[in-house]
């Protein structure tokens, strides 16, 4: 099939596209990270490898885009995607802080928390910010995202496909979760991460302050991406797992999805996924904007 009539890994009855269609999924994508930095290989991997700290905007661009690719893009580019980042992961290493042995970037067990957390957190956010899926429609997107699974490495055989199975991973791995040095200085990174100066017009760019409207608008995003933590995790923070800090998550979320939603649609829908509506379009398939 050629890529103009290819509707990628998903296509458009899947629930991956009912579900990434939401721009919330951006709030998703920063829970996730706040939950991968529990895990101290992961993070100690992250620490010693990248250079986000340099880079926070673009790393979070190409995280983006990539992403984006896998859902969206013809099969091809898709897979072709996934090539590269094997490859990648393939020439890294790092060294555990607590016991000085060093490992690979590509074990099974630290892709599989990556993989877990990530789809985990497209779901949760969705829901919780008030998109309807049905609970047999969160297993479908589970096992659906077995390809994406399998792009970065991963055999689908070992991954959790099912909402139980998820919580059953979760489960298993919480007694290696802890929140370590790389790991409390990942969640400040992200708390409050460097503003570039064209985003925050309130004081000179010279003084390097950026205080303004934007860091706390981006305050108030990063602090209901924590809150929407299982209480479990929030605890490993030094937070609280009081109910009322998830019913507050929970309204939070909510009105932010509304406020994106009032967005013109040329923000709200990525070049990514018109080319790909456009496609299915021409193939004969109606599907939702």
Do not use: C
Request: neutral net charge.
């Amino acid at each position: 099939m050629d890529d103009a009539h290819d509707l990628g890994l998903f296509g458009p009855r899947s629930v991956t596209w009912k579900l990434h269609q939401e721009p919330i999924l951006g709030l998703a994508g920063l829970r996730s990270l706040y939950f991968q930095a529990l895990h101290p290989r992961a993070v100690a991997g992250v620490a010693q490898n990248s250079v986000y700290k340099d880079d926070a905007w673009g790393r979070l661009m190409r995280t983006s885009m990539y992403v984006a690719t896998t859902i969206y893009a013809p099969t091809a580019e898709a897979e072709a995607a996934g090539h590269r980042l094997r490859r990648l992961h393939a020439r890294l290493s790092a060294v555990d802080p607590a016991t000085g042995e060093r490992f690979r970037i590509d074990e099974p067990d630290l892709l599989r928390w990556v993989h877990v957390t990530e789809v985990e957190s497209f779901l949760t956010v969705a829901r919780r910010a008030g998109l309807s899926l049905t609970d047999a429609e969160v297993d479908t997107y589970y096992a659906e995202q077995l390809r994406s699974a399998e792009l970065v490495g991963l055999d689908p055989a070992t991954v959790p496909s099912t909402a139980a199975e998820v919580a059953a991973y979760y489960e298993q791995v919480r007694p290696e979760l802890r929140l370590t040095r790389d790991g409390a200085e990942t969640m400040m990174f992200l708390t409050v991460p460097p503003v570039p100066d064209s985003w925050d017009l309130s004081l000179p760019a010279r003084l390097g302050l950026t205080l303004g409207p934007t860091r706390w608008a981006y305050l108030g995003i990063a602090s209901t991406a924590l809150a929407l933590l299982p209480p479990w995790a929030r605890k490993l923070y030094g937070g609280l797992g009081w109910a009322t800090t998830d019913l507050t998550a929970d309204l939070s979320v909510k009105s932010i999805r509304l406020l994106l939603a009032a967005l013109p649609r040329r923000l709200r829908v990525s070049p990514m996924r018109q080319a790909a509506l456009e496609r299915a379009a021409a193939a004969g398939h109606l599907v939702d904007a």
